[in-house]
């Protein structure tokens, strides 16, 4: 389920950052309460009371919400496989503190050409605006906390950008919890089995990625009890949050489609959190078995046990691509695979990122207008997603429908694009265009 697939995005660019002062930065925007004292949120402990979960695709989305509590300065606790610390140039930072004042919705958009930031700056951008007090990473590692090495972590965090090497210098470690100083706040980077101690006001943020590395496959891990043990652990923290949300990054091909159902699984766990200490309801139990059943090499019998659950759950689209993943395995029904994508797509148009994984094949085997029809496809679910247009553009061009390529590259052109983020961006596509007015000016002489 959390398996590797290939990046379907563009290639995000890498920068090294300049800190900013937080003072320097809050003087210089209009400043505006985000809560008064009689709208303080009030906080609920998590998994004993009912939360409701806040949904994004991506964890930088969650920025427009954390900047309302910019007044409050809660703790965040993060659970990801990236600290989301990747450092951003001064003017990035600005400018993206400007967008959030004003409620700019394209600001963090994931398909944006103009975006304030890239996703990996998120906590980052964060702690610069001084939005948190303090950050609590929950590491998702599977080895024993005692084998932890404060050198090596120190290491990883600079190879990594998170962090300078002065940085990684104040890190120490004790009973699993690396603690030290980031962008001049507290850091703490714990594993799982670590205590959290968080006083004062918290926000919770989950992001899926931090189930991949302990997830083994349904025989070793099952991944209802991956949940079910990571959210026990949480509960036992009694950590009191303001605000919760979980993201998917799966537009951005870190985690694959297959694992989507997994947000909404946490969200009813966190807002019906008795469901801890009861069996698993008789549809997860269900969809469990599907998961395991492949890994037994019975496809036939998971494709059976979908149809039913699909359907008694008609509008529940990740069943639906479920069952266009298992029929595409079954040479009796692949016939039906696209039929079952289609509907996954019409109820949650993020599943259309799979035509750009089948756009991939069909090229890879010669087969230049199945790539195309897959192309189409995608941006027919994502018609403002400037990075599919491009695709299928650069498609048409190779093979040589040049004419057809012209109106969407004259379209890309005519977006505003970061210039930070893609500075090469508008030479490619005038580029493109040309190429493909010539390939346009053959085909009419011809």
Request: some cysteine.
């Amino acid at each position: 389920m959390f398996r590797h697939i290939t990046l379907i995005c563009a290639t995000l660019l890498l920068f090294s950052g300049v800190h900013l002062c937080q003072d320097a930065l809050a003087a210089s925007l209009p400043h505006k309460a985000a809560e008064s004292a009689n709208e303080t949120p009030q906080g609920k402990i998590l998994l004993h009371d009912s939360i409701e979960l806040k949904h994004y695709e991506l964890p930088f989305q969650a920025l427009q919400k954390w900047y309302t509590f910019r007044d409050l300065r809660p703790a965040l606790l993060l659970y990801s496989n990236d600290p989301l610390m990747q450092p951003a140039p001064a003017a990035i930072q600005k400018r993206l503190l400007e967008r959030l004042a004003a409620q700019d919705r394209e600001a963090l958009r994931y398909d944006s050409p103009d975006p304030a930031i890239m996703p990996k700056m998120a906590l980052h951008s964060a702690l610069e605006a001084g939005l948190f007090s303090a950050v609590y990473w929950m590491m998702p590692t599977g080895v024993n906390k005692e084998t932890l090495s404060v050198e090596t972590f120190r290491t990883q965090m600079v190879e990594f950008g998170a962090m300078s090497d002065e940085e990684a210098k104040s890190l120490t470690l004790h009973d699993g919890v690396f603690s030290g100083t980031v962008r001049g706040l507290p850091f703490h980077a714990l594993h799982p089995q670590a205590e959290v101690k968080i006083s004062g006001p918290a926000v919770l943020h989950f992001d899926l990625s931090f189930l991949a590395p302990l997830y083994q496959g349904e025989i070793k891990t099952g991944i209802y009890s991956l949940v079910y043990q990571t959210l026990k652990q949480l509960r036992d923290q009694q950590v009191k949050a303001i605000f919760a949300s979980v993201s998917y990054s799966q537009v951005s091909g870190e985690i694959p489609l297959s694992s989507r159902f997994v947000g909404d699984v946490l969200a009813q766990l966190f807002k019906q959190p008795d469901m801890l200490d009861e069996k698993l309801p008789q549809a997860w139990q269900q969809r469990a078995n599907a998961l395991y059943l492949p890994e037994m090499f019975l496809s036939g019998e998971t494709r059976k046990l979908l149809l039913q659950l699909a359907q008694n759950n008609p509008e529940d689209a990740s069943l639906q691509f479920a069952l266009y993943q298992v029929s595409r395995e079954l040479k009796a029904t692949a016939g039906a695979a696209l039929g079952h994508l289609a509907e996954a797509v019409q109820h949650d148009p993020v599943y259309s990122l799979e035509y750009l994984a089948l756009a991939s094949e069909a090229g890879e085997k010669g087969l230049p207008y199945e790539a195309q029809r897959m192309l189409r496809l995608a941006l027919e679910s994502h018609p403002n997603n400037p990075f599919i247009a491009l695709k299928l553009a650069q498609g048409l061009i190779d093979a040589k429908h040049g004419e057809s390529a012209i109106p969407l590259l004259e379209q890309l052109l005519e977006l505003k694009w970061a210039a930070l983020f893609y500075p090469n961006i508008r030479e490619h596509l005038q580029g493109l265009l040309d190429e493909a007015r010539s390939q346009g000016s053959v085909e009419t002489n011809s």
